[in-house]
């Protein structure tokens, strides 16, 4: 499993298949799940799961920490009922005793036959019930079909039931997928001006993003270099080199716009330059985008790249318009000093062009 991470989905942002799998919060554990907040929200029938939920498999006890938290459950106004299948009925009836819980029978999860019984049992609409669960392939797919909201918990560490490995390596192959719907704190709570303020500089979100989009910067910049090298000096084409060819067939064919080149390299550099440079930006694009400014899902993703395309490509430009200017005022005398700083102009044109712009929030 990857790591678990908690949180709220947001369905839209993944496709339909995914929907039904999906629940409406992760949560670590039971004590991390606002109990106050579900009530304020209609909630007055939490049902549970038992297994790696409420005790380890084949545990008989809820541990105390289980205990004092369905007592507070309970003191809210919740009423509580197990949905489970097992068939060691003692052991059922125990742990339902100790969290004051009743319990339903019928057929597996993710089968509805359980939650409606419940519902029916304490005359519950769909929308006044939760489901605490920690599989999708049974809890929260189960809950899903019957309209319930479900909220996923971390399983309990320990042994499981032997059948469960096949719906854990479903779940698996599923996380990947829902985890693209998880409204990650970074989207849900911007802290304010003042927290931000407050923060030590180290830990400050544009920091950070300057830290990353100057990792994602340099790994650009050698990717940028060796698909450059790769396209001019190993790539064959015909009896020499691809570059060589591409060339001197621009320069046959193009004589008035390749007066300038010294040979085919030269004729070939700027084009399979750009090509090297798009590959490049586009990586870049995928990094920045997911890691640097943490955008989840695929939403507005076309558009962000339209964005991100035009701010990188002026980038480029301002970067050359600024080389070129400043060297031809300090004339040849020194290459580094316009290299650095169209370099310099054309790093913080894209940071804040990607930062403000191309990947700006939404609100
Ligand atoms: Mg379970």
């Known amino acids: 499993m990857r790591e678990w991470q908690s949180g709220r989905f947001d369905r839209q942002r993944i496709g339909r298949v995914y929907h039904r799998f999906t629940p409406a919060h992760a949560a670590e554990s039971l004590h991390a799940i606002d109990l106050s907040e579900l009530w304020q929200r209609g909630k007055r029938l939490l049902m549970l799961d038992v297994d790696n939920t409420l005790v380890q498999w084949h545990a008989h006890e809820c541990s105390d920490a289980v205990v004092e938290w369905a007592r507070e459950a309970k003191r809210i106004g919740f009423d509580i009922c197990i949905i489970s299948n097992t068939n060691q009925l003692e052991r059922l009836a125990k742990i339902a005793g100790s969290i004051g819980a009743e319990t339903v029978r019928g057929r597996f999860k993710p089968s509805r036959s359980m939650y409606r019984l419940a519902l029916v049992k304490f005359k519950r609409k769909p929308e006044e019930a939760i489901m605490v669960g920690d599989q999708l392939m049974t809890d929260v797919l189960g809950a899903n079909r019957t309209g319930i909201e479900a909220i996923w918990v971390r399983r309990l560490e320990g042994k499981e039931f032997k059948g469960t490995s096949i719906n854990r390596m ?169 290299k650095i700083a169209g370099a310099a102009v054309g790093a913080v044109w894209n940071f804040l062009g990607q930062r403000f712009y191309a990947f700006r929030s939404r609100g």
């Open 170 to 338: 479903m779940e698996r192959m599923l996380t990947g997928a829902i985890y693209q719907a998880l409204v990650t704190p970074v989207d849900e709570t911007p802290s304010s001006p003042d927290e931000e303020r407050e923060k030590p500089v180290a830990q400050k979100t544009i920091v950070h993003q300057i830290i990353k989009f100057a990792i994602v910067g340099g790994t650009s910049f050698c990717l940028d270099y060796a698909i450059t090298y790769v396209l001019m000096n190993v790539i064959p084409g015909g009896h020499g080199l691809m570059s060589q060819r591409l060339g001197s067939g621009l320069i046959r064919h193009f004589p008035g716009l390749f007066n300038w080149a010294k040979g085919p390299a030269e004729a070939a550099a700027p084009i399979l330059g750009w090509v090297a440079a798009f590959i490049a930006m586009t990586n870049a694009f995928f990094w920045n985008r997911h890691w640097t400014f943490e955008v989840r899902g695929k939403e507005e993703r076309a558009a962000q790249m339209r964005r991100y395309y035009f701010i990188a490509i002026m980038g480029q430009l301002i970067n050359v318009g600024i080389f070129s200017a400043l060297f031809n005022i300090i004339g040849n005398h020194s290459l580094a000093i316009p």
